[in-house]
């Protein structure tokens, strides 16, 4: 069995808090993390108390089902209720937060964004840029933590193996 990367760990746990939605509209989940640990979880659903959309219908507006609270915010306010401290985090996100998640994730002091697949909003990553906050889609994190592995193993290689590498080149040269 691969072992999975850590992105894509906490990737995998935000699929599993998405099984926990209520609005069929669309089932997301989220995962707050620092230093790989997580801090809170969340997914999308009615407030506190009152029904779900799977029990009573959605609350339309337009197209949008406005009767849930999303999982990014859920996740930040799971966070807020227990005093959990999430600024500089990373949140993992199943889908690309819409615009109101992605205000609360940057004011929240989120510095990472990882989502799994596009959902709507191209105004963030603009926005992001803008704030020098990190947003990736899960392959472009895997992507770079595997170059980053990599160039911190070129860098372990002790001085002595180089020397002794390039001394047998020579001999073999010679
Ligand atoms: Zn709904
Ligand atoms: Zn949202």
């Known amino acids: 069995m691969t072992r999975v990367s850590w992105d894509r760990y906490f990737m ?3 699929h599993e808090a998405k099984r926990r939605s209520t609005c069929d509209r669309k089932h997301v989940g989220a995962v707050i993390v620092r230093d790989r640990m997580i801090l809170s979880t969340g997914y999308n659903g009615s407030i506190r108390g009152l029904p779900h959309c799977n029990e009573i219908g959605h609350m339309m507006e337009g197209d949008h089902c406005v009767a ?3 999982a990014e915010a859920n996740a930040i306010l799971q966070a807020a209720r227990n005093g959990v401290r999430i600024d500089g985090a990373t949140i993992y996100t199943t889908a690309s937060p819409c615009w109101n998640c992605f205000k609360l994730c940057a004011n929240a002091g989120i510095v990472r964004i990882v989502y799994d697949e596009f ?9 992001a840029r803008q704030l ?3 947003i990736q889609s899960l392959e472009q994190a895997e992507r770079e933590a595997r170059r980053a592995a990599a160039v911190a193993r070129t860098k372990r290689v002790p001085a002595a193996g180089r020397l002794s590498r390039g001394a047998r080149r020579t001999r073999g040269s010679a």
């Open 12 to 14: 995998n746990i935000a």
């Open 132 to 134: 020098g906050l990190a």
């Open 68 to 70: 849930t609270i999303h």
């Open 119 to 127: 959902y709507r909003e191209e105004r963030i990553f603009r926005v």
